[in-house]
C-alpha cells in the first residue's frame, strides 16, 4: 500500500511492525515505490534495522542514502536539521521519501522526551514540503506510552498493512505535555555570570568537567556548547544567567538558566539559512552534545546538554 497520499505534500505516517518480517513489509516497498518514480530516498534507523533493509533490497539498494540512527540520530534535537532536512534540501526537486526511526528500544527515559518532542515538531518542520517521512515503531518493545505518543504525534498510522487515520493526533498537546521542568542534584557545581564573566564562566565549566572525568577530546564541545549559552542568555536571556554542571552515569551535564522565554519550539532545530547572521547557538549545541533537553516557563528556560565520558 502507498503511502504517499494524492493531494498532500507532507506525509507523515507512523509504521507499527511486531517483527522482522512486518518490518520489511512495511519499509521496503516503500523505497522501491520511491526508487520506481525517481524519488530521492534515505533510510536512517538503528544500525540492525538499517541491514535489515539493505539486505532486503540487495541490489536494489544503489541510489539509497543509508544513515544509522544511533549515530547519526543520538541527539535527537539535530536529526530535523542533520538528517531529515539535510537530505530534503538536498533534493529541491521533486518529492523525497524518508525512512527515519528516532525511537528504539536501548534509548533511555532521559533521552524519550527530546525524542517525542522531535517526532512532533517534524510535523511543523516540513509543513508545506514535499516529502514522506515514515516512522517505524517496534510494538513489542516499546511501551505502550510510547506507542500512545506515536498516535499523537503522526496523523496516520499503518498496522499491519493496514492505513489508518489517527483518532489523537495532536503535536502540539505533546511539545508542551514534554515541556518538563529539568531535576537537577542538590550537589551540582554552580556560577552565576553576567556580560564581563562569560570568560570565566567558560573556565569554570571546563575544569570541573576535567576533574569530572570529560576526556580531553570534549573538552573544546563543551567549551563552544558553554559559550554559545551563556552569550545567549546574556543576549536573549535577561543579561545574566547560571551555570551549572555534575556527573550523571556515564555522561557529564550542564545546564544553563535564564530569565528569557524561548517561545519558539523549532529553535535549534532549522539549518542555518546560507549567509544567516546570529540565531545558530542552539543549533550549534545541538550538534556538539549527545542529548539535548530544554524546559522553557514564563519567567525562565533552562538548556542542558550531555557529554559522554
Same mark, same amino acid.
Given at each position: #500500500?502507498?503511502?504517499?497520499?494524492?493531494?498532500?505534500?507532507?506525509?507523515?505516517?507512523?509504521?507499527?511492525?511486531? !517483527?522482522?518480517?512486518?518490518? =520489511?513489509a512495511?519499509?521496503?516497498?516503500?523505497?522501491?515505490?520511491?526508487?520506481?518514480?525517481?524519488?530521492?530516498?534515505?533510510?536512517?534507523? *538503528?544500525?540492525?534495522?538499517?541491514? =535489515?533493509? +539493505?539486505?532486503?533490497?540487495?541490489? @536494489?539498494?544503489?541510489?539509497?542514502?543509508? $544513515?544509522? #540512527?544511533?549515530?547519526?540520530?543520538?541527539?535527537?534535537?539535530?536529526?530535523? *536539521?542533520?538528517?531529515?532536512?539535510?537530505?530534503? !534540501?538536498a533534493?529541491p526537486?521533486?518529492?523525497?521519501?524518508?525512512?527515519?526511526?528516532?525511537?528504539?528500544?536501548?534509548?533511555?527515559?532521559?533521552?524519550? *522526551?527530546?525524542?517525542?518532542?522531535?517526532?512532533?515538531?517534524?510535523?511543523?518542520?516540513?509543513? @508545506?514540503?514535499?516529502?514522506?517521512? $515514515?516512522?517505524?515503531?517496534?510494538?513489542?518493545r516499546?511501551?505502550?506510552?510510547?506507542?500512545?505518543? &506515536?498516535?499523537?504525534?503522526?496523523?496516520?498510522?499503518?498496522?499491519?498493512?493496514?492505513?489508518?487515520?489517527?483518532?489523537?493526533?495532536?503535536?502540539?498537546?505533546?511539545?508542551?505535555?514534554?515541556?518538563?521542568?529539568? =531535576?537537577?542534584?542538590?550537589? &551540582?557545581?554552580?556560577?552565576?555570570?553576567?556580560?564581563?564573566?562569560?570568560?570565566?564562566?567558560?573556565?569554570?565549566?571546563? +575544569?570541573?568537567?576535567?576533574?569530572? @572525568?570529560? *576526556?580531553? @577530546?570534549?573538552?573544546? !564541545?563543551?567549551?563552544?556548547a558553554?559559550s554559545?549559552?551563556?552569550?545567549? /542568555?546574556?543576549?536573549?536571556?535577561?543579561? /545574566?544567567?547560571?551555570?551549572?554542571?555534575?556527573?550523571?552515569?556515564?555522561?557529564?551535564?550542564?545546564?544553563?538558566?535564564?530569565?528569557?522565554? $524561548? &517561545?519558539?519550539?523549532?529553535?535549534?532545530?532549522?539549518?542555518?539559512?546560507?549567509?544567516?547572521?546570529?540565531?545558530?547557538?542552539?543549533?550549534?549545541?545541538?550538534?556538539?552534545?549527545?542529548?539535548?533537553?530544554?524546559?522553557?516557563?514564563? !519567567?525562565?528556560?533552562?538548556?542542558?546538554?550531555?557529554?559522554?565520558?
Amino acid at each position: #500500500m502507498s503511502t504517499v497520499a494524492t493531494g498532500e505534500s507532507f506525509v507523515h505516517p507512523a509504521l507499527f511492525y511486531r !517483527d522482522e518480517r512486518e518490518y =520489511v513489509a512495511g519499509t521496503v516497498p516503500f523505497v522501491q515505490e520511491g526508487l520506481a518514480a525517481g524519488e530521492a530516498v534515505a533510510v536512517a534507523v *538503528p544500525g540492525p534495522n538499517l541491514e =535489515v533493509i +539493505k539486505n532486503a533490497l540487495g541490489s @536494489g539498494a544503489e541510489g539509497v542514502q543509508f $544513515l544509522d #540512527m544511533t549515530e547519526a540520530g543520538r541527539n535527537p534535537g539535530r536529526i530535523i *536539521p542533520g538528517v531529515l532536512r539535510a537530505f530534503a !534540501d538536498a533534493h529541491p526537486e521533486g518529492h523525497v521519501r524518508i525512512i527515519g526511526e528516532p525511537i528504539w528500544a536501548g534509548r533511555t527515559a532521559t533521552e524519550y *522526551p527530546a525524542c517525542v518532542q522531535h517526532e512532533a515538531l517534524i510535523n511543523s518542520a516540513f509543513q @508545506g514540503r514535499d516529502a514522506t517521512i $515514515l516512522c517505524p515503531y517496534d510494538t513489542v518493545r516499546l511501551d505502550a506510552e510510547v506507542i500512545a505518543d &506515536a498516535w499523537a504525534t503522526h496523523p496516520t498510522v499503518i498496522d499491519r498493512g493496514r492505513e489508518l487515520s489517527s483518532p489523537s493526533y495532536d503535536w502540539q498537546t505533546v511539545v508542551t505535555r514534554y515541556n518538563e521542568p529539568l =531535576v537537577r542534584p542538590a550537589g &551540582a557545581a554552580t556560577v552565576s555570570f553576567g556580560a564581563e564573566e562569560l570568560p570565566a564562566a567558560r573556565h569554570f565549566a571546563v +575544569k570541573e568537567a576535567e576533574v569530572l @572525568g570529560l *576526556p580531553g @577530546g570534549r573538552a573544546q !564541545d563543551l567549551a563552544l556548547a558553554v559559550s554559545e549559552l551563556t552569550t545567549n /542568555s546574556v543576549i536573549h536571556g535577561g543579561g /545574566s544567567g547560571t551555570l551549572r554542571i555534575w556527573a550523571e552515569s556515564e555522561r557529564i551535564v550542564c545546564e544553563v538558566e535564564d530569565g528569557g522565554r $524561548l &517561545a519558539d519550539p523549532l529553535a535549534g532545530r532549522r539549518p542555518a539559512a546560507r549567509g544567516q547572521l546570529g540565531g545558530r547557538g542552539l543549533l550549534l549545541v545541538n550538534y556538539l552534545a549527545d542529548l539535548v533537553r530544554v524546559h522553557t516557563a514564563p !519567567d525562565g528556560t533552562t538548556v542542558r546538554f550531555y557529554l559522554s565520558r
